[in-house]
């Protein structure tokens, strides 16, 4: 094999393998991880760290004030934090974290904690 | 004169040897309790978790690289006496559960850490010292020491970033899912806090601590609080 096509299998196995480092995971999961932290167990914006927080948490079970939300909007407010949809800065960017895949499979599991779709 | 010379030239082979000695020693036993004693609890040779199970698994920070992480001093008197450093345990998700209001913080299900004793203490803080997983990730002298006042590095903190949201910046007072930052001037090297901000996820795979892209002027002042905090009397 030359170097050309050794280069090209190596770049299509990380493209392969990139996205497969948590293909597995549930938007549950990734959800009690990154999201019970500050919007609670019971996904009521009741996490445990909210005691001193200038700014309480939305609450994902209020499927009125959810269903106000487009998909759209949700996904941008994940990747990019609260400050991109003019909320608080409390909410980070978590971008850096997750993978759009993963960030999808949030929003997914967003529509069934608060029974309400957009 | 000759003899008194050779006899100085003794002392000093025979001084090194006893250091040298001592410090295999100090080394080979401070290892030989971590392999024994924290191996249960601490990885000390992997990159960390690969998936979600094994995250939410961890029972103690991984020490592959404690010595790119940890200020010997700090280590040893923590060893020998210590505290709780993350409120809700490794795994938060773990050590909480729902409360009349907010959630709460299941005391029950928190393990506390064991003490050494200060001889043990300090072989181990030396033995960690040699850990030094991931040294890629570091720049030497990327901090620049400097100060700010607490005011201004709260603002910083809190208001600009965030942060405030999960740690602590003094007992009892911010999140309870992140380690306290108030020890942390005391407790962790400043280049490891600039190269840890900048990228969590490099030093501890699928960690809940966000990536923010941080300004270098920011991270600085960061540590410049971090460092201002540890001074006071809490």
Redesign the interface.
């Known amino acids: 094999m030359n170097s050309r096509k050794l280069k090209m299998v190596v770049a299509s196995l990380a493209l392969i393998a990139a996205p497969m480092a948590m293909a597995d995971e549930s938007g549950e999961d990734l959800y009690k991880t990154y999201c019970w932290q500050c919007h609670g167990m019971l996904a009521n914006g009741m996490g445990v760290n909210i005691v001193d927080m200038s700014v309480q948490p939305r609450d994902h079970s209020d499927s009125k004030e959810m269903s106000a939300r487009s998909d759209e909007e949700l996904f941008t407010a994940i990747k990019d934090g609260g400050r991109a949809i003019d909320k608080s800065v409390l909410m980070p960017p978590w971008g850096g974290v997750l993978s759009d895949d993963e960030i999808h499979s949030l929003v997914r599991y967003l529509r069934e904690l608060c029974k309400c779709g957009k | 004169m000759l003899f008194k010379t050779r006899l100085k030239s003794i002392g000093v082979v025979a001084a090194i040897a006893a250091t040298l000695l001592s410090s295999g020693v100090s080394a080979d036993s401070g290892d030989k309790i971590l392999e024994s004693s924290c191996v249960e609890c601490h990885d000390l040779k992997g990159a960390g978790p690969e998936?979600?199970t094994e995250?939410?698994a961890l029972k103690g920070p991984n020490l592959s690289y404690a010595g790119n992480k940890y200020k010997q001093a700090w280590l040893e008197q923590w060893l020998a006496a210590p505290t709780r450093i993350r409120p809700?345990g490794m795994f938060?998700?773990n050590h909480?559960?729902?409360?009349t209001?907010?959630?709460?913080?299941k005391q029950e299900s928190l393990v506390k850490h064991m003490a050494l004793s200060a001889s043990d203490a300090k072989v181990v803080a030396a033995a960690l010292m040699h850990r030094k997983a991931k040294s890629e990730l570091i720049t030497p002298g990327a901090y620049k020491p400097g100060t700010i006042s607490l005011r201004m590095g709260e603002l910083v903190f809190d208001?600009?970033?965030?942060c405030?949201?999960?740690h602590q910046i003094e007992p009892g007072?911010?999140?309870?899912?992140g380690p306290e930052v108030y020890t942390l001037g005391n407790r962790l090297q400043e280049d490891y806090i600039i190269s840890f901000i900048q990228?969590p996820?490099a030093w501890s795979p699928?960690t809940?601590m966000?990536?923010?892209?941080l300004k270098d002027k920011d991270l600085q002042k960061l540590v410049h609080y971090f460092r201002a905090l540890a001074k006071e009397k809490f």
């Open positions: 998936n979600l995250l939410w809700t938060y998700g909480i559960k729902p409360g209001d907010e959630d709460v913080i208001k600009f970033r965030g405030l949201g999960c007072y911010g999140g309870a899912s990228d996820q699928l809940f966000p990536n923010r892209p």
